[in-house]
C-alpha cells in the first residue's frame, strides 16, 4: 500500500504567522496532489490541489510547492487566521477519474488569536 | 448546487444488530466511496463503486458489504456489528478526481 507522511502530526502557529505543513510520498507516477481540510465535526472537502506539470500552486493565501525530485509537498497558509484551525490532508492519489484516495492522519492546526 | 446526503446522521445499535447506512448523490458521479474515521487514524477506505453493481474492496472491507443498484445511491451494510465498529462514516462521489464528502454517520454499536 502506497504510503504518505504527513508533518507534523499538529502544529500551533499564531494569527498572522505562516504555517507551513508537509507532506512526502513514495510512488512518483501520479499525477494529482490535492490536499484536503476538515474542520472539526464536519466532513472532508478539497482546499487546493496541483499537478506536476508545474511546481506551485496559489490559491489566497494557501500555496502548495511541490519538488518531484524529492517527492515532497508543502502547503504554506500565509496570515494564518483562527478560521484557519483544521485538520489537513494530503492523500495519496492513485490517479484517474476514479480517484482512490489514501489518507494519513493528517496535521491538526490550531491557530491562535 | 452539488451534495451528496447520508441517513441517518446518528445510529446507536446493539452488538450483534444489523445495520443499514444510506448514502445519495445528485451529481449523476460515476464513483462512490464509503470510508470511516477513528480518532487519529484519518480516514480508512472500506469500498469503492466504480458504478451500478461494480463495486470494490477498500483497504479494510472486513465485516462490512455495499450495495449499489442505482447510480445515485450506495449502501453500507454492517451485518451483525461489532464493538469495534463504533466510528463516524463518511460516504463520498468523485468526478474529475475531486471527491465530495457527506456529512458522515456517526455509529455507535453498544
Known amino acids: 500500500q502506497q504510503q504518505v507522511r504527513q508533518s507534523p502530526q499538529s502544529l500551533t502557529v499564531w494569527e498572522g504567522e505562516t504555517a507551513i505543513l508537509n507532506c512526502s510520498y513514495e510512488d512518483s507516477t501520479f499525477d494529482y496532489f490535492p490536499w484536503y481540510w476538515q474542520f472539526p465535526r464536519e466532513s472532508p472537502a478539497l482546499l487546493i490541489a496541483i499537478r506536476p506539470v508545474s511546481n506551485k500552486k496559489e490559491d489566497g493565501r494557501f500555496t502548495i510547492f511541490f519538488n518531484k525530485r524529492e517527492k515532497k509537498l508543502s502547503l504554506h497558509i500565509t496570515d494564518s487566521q483562527p478560521g484557519d484551525s483544521a485538520t489537513y490532508f494530503c492523500?495519496?492519489?492513485?490517479?484517474?477519474?476514479?480517484?482512490?484516495?489514501?489518507f494519513g492522519k493528517g496535521t491538526k492546526l490550531s491557530v491562535k488569536s | 448546487d452539488m451534495k451528496v446526503t447520508q441517513m441517518p446522521r446518528y445510529l446507536i445499535k446493539r452488538m450483534g444488530e444489523n445495520v443499514l447506512l444510506e448514502c445519495g448523490q445528485d451529481m449523476s458521479h460515476e464513483t462512490m466511496y464509503w470510508y470511516r474515521q477513528d480518532p487519529g487514524l484519518g480516514l480508512q477506505l472500506i469500498y469503492i463503486s466504480y458504478d451500478v453493481d461494480s463495486n470494490s474492496e477498500g483497504d479494510i472491507p472486513k465485516g462490512y458489504r455495499v450495495s449499489r443498484k442505482k447510480r445515485e445511491h450506495f449502501s453500507l451494510i454492517l451485518d451483525s456489528a461489532k464493538t469495534n465498529q463504533t466510528s463516524v462514516y463518511f460516504c463520498?462521489?468523485?468526478?474529475?478526481?475531486?471527491?465530495?464528502f457527506g456529512p458522515g454517520t456517526r455509529l455507535t454499536v453498544l
Open positions: 492523500p495519496f492519489n492513485s490517479g484517474g477519474s476514479n480517484a482512490k484516495l489514501t
Open positions: 463520498a462521489s468523485s468526478q474529475g478526481g475531486e471527491q465530495y
